[in-house]
């Protein structure tokens, strides 16, 4: 199972919104809904943000949204602040119940 | 409130095994699958594993297959993770984290567990 496709960097000034994409197959992403997302910074264990696609989990600020079409699912940061400068995995399920991880996208306040 | 606490961090030679433990507490720990996800210095999130609320049911990525074992204790509210035949490139930190119901969100995540093969 390979890792699922996301863009290395994506940065976008406090404020703004910006698109992070995760490229799968029609073996994950294109026929599950089970899709996840995970923020994490420097040293410490990842953190759930989206779940199901479009799910939040409770307690995740609103500012963070997914959607998904076909092969491709997407995490959508707006009103971008400081805070959110981390590294991005999106992750789904595979078949069964195997998952595969994305690749990691570093988001960058400038 | 949720906690999964991982065993420290562990040195090992290459050919060797390690066993990491990830004890649950501040939940039903009988009712939730828990997952286990590695991370290489400076890579990425790497999906190794599941293991089912009752320990009865298992399943890994193909890359592990045959090196790892999954188990669970209910008594003691832990579950364990086993590496076998360790080679250099297995040298990570290992996160244990738990699935919120048949969402495929891993919504707690242990503190990782350091695992370094080195001869």
């Known amino acids: 199972q390979s890792a699922l496709t996301q863009p290395a960097s994506v940065s976008g000034s406090p404020g703004q919104s910006i698109t992070i994409s995760c490229t799968g197959t029609s073996s994950d992403i294109g026929s599950h809904n089970l899709v996840s997302w995970y923020q994490q910074h420097p040293g410490k264990a990842p953190k759930l943000v989206i779940y199901e696609v479009t799910k939040w989990p409770s307690g995740v600020s609103n500012r963070f949204s997914g959607s998904k079409s076909g092969n491709t699912a997407s995490l959508t940061i707006s009103g971008l602040q400081a805070e959110d400068e981390a590294d991005y995995f999106c992750?789904?399920?595979?078949?069964?119940?195997?998952?595969?991880f994305g690749t990691g996208t570093e988001v960058s306040v400038l | 409130q949720v906690q999964l606490a991982q065993s420290g961090a562990e040195v090992k030679k290459p050919g060797a095994s390690v066993k990491v433990a990830c004890k649950a507490s501040g939940y039903s720990f009988s009712a939730y699958y828990v997952h286990w996800v590695r991370q290489a210095p400076g890579q990425g999130l790497e999906w190794m594993g599941i293991?089912?609320?009752?320990?009865?049911?298992?399943a890994s990525a193909q890359k592990f297959q045959g090196r790892l074992t999954l188990t669970r204790d209910t008594s003691a509210t832990t579950v364990y993770m086993e590496l076998s035949s360790l080679r250099y490139e297995d040298t990570a930190v290992y996160y244990c984290?738990?699935?919120?119901?048949?969402?495929?969100?891993?919504?707690?995540w242990g503190q990782g567990t350091l695992v370094a093969v080195s001869s």
């Open positions: 293991i089912s609320p009752g320990g009865d049911y298992t």
């Open positions: 984290a738990r699935e919120s119901p048949g969402s495929g969100g891993l919504d707690d």
């Open positions: 992750c789904s399920n595979a078949g069964g119940s195997t998952y595969v």
